[in-house]
């Protein structure tokens, strides 16, 4: 539901000519409603009159946030990394699903479209914009981290957004009413329905660059839905009341995306308006015929009984919910999903009672009102977290979950392989043969077998590599998601492999505390970006590195990253030829690592949870560890803070070029508190040498007067631990000549090198 033009026409013949369409209809749905194949295991699917799950019914309780794929700047783009940090802002999603979350939403519906510059999918034709997808990639991720499916709409009628008129003016034609009904005919505009599908293939093949899951076999999407309100309205008044026009192309669309993808299910988005239901007009989309095309798996209807053009009372608005369902399962023989309702007027929780008590007695199948916000800009229909009515949806949602079949029970048998649990993926950003830095994405995906939630606390990484020189290895973590894992959740160790193995003198270790989170069946880690380099910045010979691989740039399955479940080797290839052992699960694995000889040095390190290329960690003095992932006898050297010099006794700064281009460089910067009291709120100021300025800057806010520079806190992390705490902030600058790096800087007055 948005601002927009509500036209409504009332003509003569349509009471009868609606009946004869019903009374066909009832003879039609017996052949449209047969039994279909069930998808793979997670996936949402009609069975009948209901959804189901895992062979047992579905019923749910949903919302709407249409705007969530415009949660970031929507302008940085012109670097993955600034894709990952500033195009989409990941915290703010992140908190938006855990409301939904805590809120008992189950379902969300939400826009999967746009033709505008900024967060536009397609903003201009044929042209899909990679870093608006790579955010839809993220939504997916932080959907399926907090168990909440999604409901992706194609297109919009309305203008918003750009809509329908939008493609049509790339067709050469005009849009508005009543002139974009165009769209939906063949004869007038062929382009529009190539436009159509050229776009829904794009989606339904796409990868999710986090998970490597194509989103036509993702199970965190509920269903797909065509348009949001689509119509073809007074082109006649014979095509208002039948819908010939626009069921056609329903079923054109229906069947072409069913042949590219046969697991999810597809609704139309249609209002569910209409003479025989004395709420608004004919529209050239009757409720019933609509619905029947065999490529459509549910009904969907929006009322907005408090509109002016609608004037419903309650019990009014009560009898509406009971025509749709009624007609939903015993004409269509589909389920009821009310995919958009509010109320503005009167007492709202007085109406959702209503909404909600007559879907539950009527047997609707599923609901999502307009809209979850993230905060109460639009005072006629917003919700926000703290909103009363919200009491009445988390009973809904309760009583929904109630009336569904329980989840089966994930069980391990003894015949589950646990080499087939889960796998790796791997990319890496830095693919050239000599550099100065090892950059290793990485992602676990449960492959779903035997439906097992695996702790992350249970599992090892391990990158194997050569060291070339003596110069001490650091490690940092770029990025780790908020959880499963997250950095701060996320623990590295330096082992050294003595004598060398083929590829291999050393390996990168990461393990997991309990916080870390479970990986779920189907589902996969938050992409785990990490980064290897020498205390000086020298370079690494990677072209004769076991783990290393320069042409994969995009995620794909790597066997030379292993992985360790409670120590047994179940991913991957050790070099020299160690392979996981096959053991039922339940019986008892034993494992001899014959890739590893008996003595090898750990070094422990503590990885930086920096979105961007943080400062990493030195080696320091040494300490005793005893690693079960390894054999007996290991030496382990904990991590000290070591900074640059000019360091003072209260504080210092670490300034780190990670990237230059003659113009232009991406800088890293560190304070270190080496005080015994922390520092609550930060002010960082310098001037630079030279003409250098600052374009854009993250984790922290700036200001710039010619050289002089000041940089704040961001809200969310305002101190810096004592003794050797440490925060991180990163920014790009432009300059021409020299780029030398600022002598001083001082840290809330005080001068800290």
């Known amino acids: ?25 009832a003879i039609i749905v017996l052949t449209q409603t047969q039994a279909q194949a069930a998808p793979p295991a997670g996936f949402v699917y009609r069975c ?28 940085s783009s012109a670097t993955q990394e600034d894709i990952e940090t500033r195009f989409m802002d990941k915290a703010r999603i992140d908190a938006h699903f855990a409301n939904l979350q805590a809120d008992g939403v189950m379902v969300l519906r939400l826009w999967m479209f746009s033709h505008e510059t900024w967060h536009g999918f397609e903003p201009s034709k044929g042209v899909y914009n990679e870093a608006q997808f790579m955010l839809f990639d993220y939504i997916i991720e932080s959907a399926r981290a907090h168990n909440v499916r999604l409901l992706p709409v194609f297109e919009n009628y309305w203008e918003a957004y750009g809509g329908i008129d939008e493609r049509l003016r790339w067709e ?21 329905f190539t436009q159509y599908k050229n776009y829904v293939n794009y989606v339904l093949n796409r990868v999710n660059h986090y998970s490597g899951i194509a989103y036509k076999d993702d199970p965190i999407i509920f269903a797909w839905e065509l348009m949001n309100e689509p119509r073809y309205q007074d082109v006649s008044a014979e095509e208002n009341v039948s819908g010939a026009t626009l069921r056609a192309w329903v079923d054109e669309m229906g069947a072409y995306i069913k042949s590219i993808d046969s697991n999810h299910m597809l609704g139309t988005g249609l209002e569910g308006h209409g003479t025989r239901y004395g709420f608004g007009g004919d529209e050239g989309n009757p409720f019933i015929y609509i619905h029947q095309s065999p490529y459509i798996d549910f009904t969907s209807a929006h009322p907005y009984p408090t509109e002016e053009w609608a004037d419903m009372t309650i019990e009014e608005t009560r009898n509406l919910i009971h025509a749709w369902i009624s007609d939903s399962h015993n004409v269509v023989g589909k389920p009821f999903f009310m995919g958009e309702f509010n109320s503005h007027t009167g007492t709202r929780t007085e109406w959702w009672n209503a909404f909600y008590s007559q879907l539950e007695i009527d047997g609707g199948n599923g609901s999502a009102f ?8 639009d005072p006629k229909f917003s919700v926000t977290k703290d909103s009363p009515e919200l009491a009445i949806f988390r009973q809904h949602s309760a009583n929904m979950k109630a009336k569904s079949g329980p989840f089966p029970t994930p069980t391990i048998t003894p015949t589950v392989d646990p080499t087939k649990v889960l796998k790796v993926q791997y990319k890496t950003q830095n693919t050239a043969a000599s550099a100065n830095q090892i950059t290793a994405d990485i992602r676990i995906i449960n492959t779903g077998a035997g439906l097992q939630t695996v702790p992350m606390s249970e599992l090892k990484l391990r990158y194997w590599y050569t060291t070339d020189t003596d110069i001490t290895d650091q490690y940092g973590c770029l990025y780790a998601g908020n959880s499963i894992p997250g950095c701060a959740n996320l623990n590295a160790s330096f082992v050294t492999v003595t004598p060398a193995r083929a590829g291999a003198d050393r390996y990168l270790e990461i393990s997991f505390d309990s916080n870390a989170g479970s990986i779920l069946p189907y589902a996969s880690s938050s992409e785990i970006q990490s980064r290897i380099n020498k205390s000086d910045w020298s370079n690494y010979n990677q072209g004769n590195d076991y783990s290393f691989d320069g042409l994969k740039t995009t995620y794909a399955d790597w066997d030379r990253i292993t992985l360790y479940r409670n120590g047994v080797l179940i991913w991957g290839v050790e070099p020299g030829g160690s392979m996981p052992t096959s053991t039922p699960a339940g019986a008892t694995a034993t494992r001899t690592s014959t890739a590893i000889p008996p003595t090898a040095t750990s070094t422990p390190v503590s990885p930086t949870n920096t979105p961007i290329k943080p400062t990493s960690t030195p080696v320091g003095p040494t300490a005793t560890r005893t690693s079960t992932a390894i054999p007996p006898t290991a030496t382990s050297t904990p991590v000290s803070p070591t900074n640059t010099p000019g360091v003072s006794a209260s504080c210092s700064v670490s300034y780190i070029k990670a990237n230059e281009w003659g113009s232009g ?48 806190n961001p809200d969310y992390s305002t101190s810096i631990p004592a003794n050797g705490g440490s925060t991180s902030f990163g920014f790009n600058l432009s300059y021409s000549g020299t780029n030398a790096s600022p002598a001083n800087f001082v840290l809330n007055g005080s001068p800290c090198s």
């Open 1 to 25: 539901m948005k601002t927009r033009h509500r036209l409504f026409r009332m003509a003569n013949l349509a009471v009868l000519f609606a009946l004869i369409l019903t009374s066909l209809g």
């Open 48 to 75: 009948g009159i209901h959804f189901c799950l895992d062979g047992k019914p579905y019923y749910f309780a949903g919302a709407n946030t249409y705007d969530v794929f415009t949660y970031g700047d929507g302008i």
């Open 172 to 192: 050469g034609l005009t849009g508005g009413h009543p002139d974009r009904a165009v769209f939906f005919d063949k004869t007038k505009c062929p382009g529009c």
């Open 370 to 377: 307009w809209w979850y916000a993230e905060n109460s800009n």
């Open 665 to 712: 460089a991406t800088i890293n910067v560190t304070i270190t508190n080496n005080d015994v009291a922390p520092i609550n709120g930060w002010t960082l100021t310098w001037s630079f040498p030279g003409n250098q300025q600052i374009t854009n800057l993250w984790d922290g806010t700036f200001s710039q007067s010619g050289a002089s520079v000041s940089v704040t």
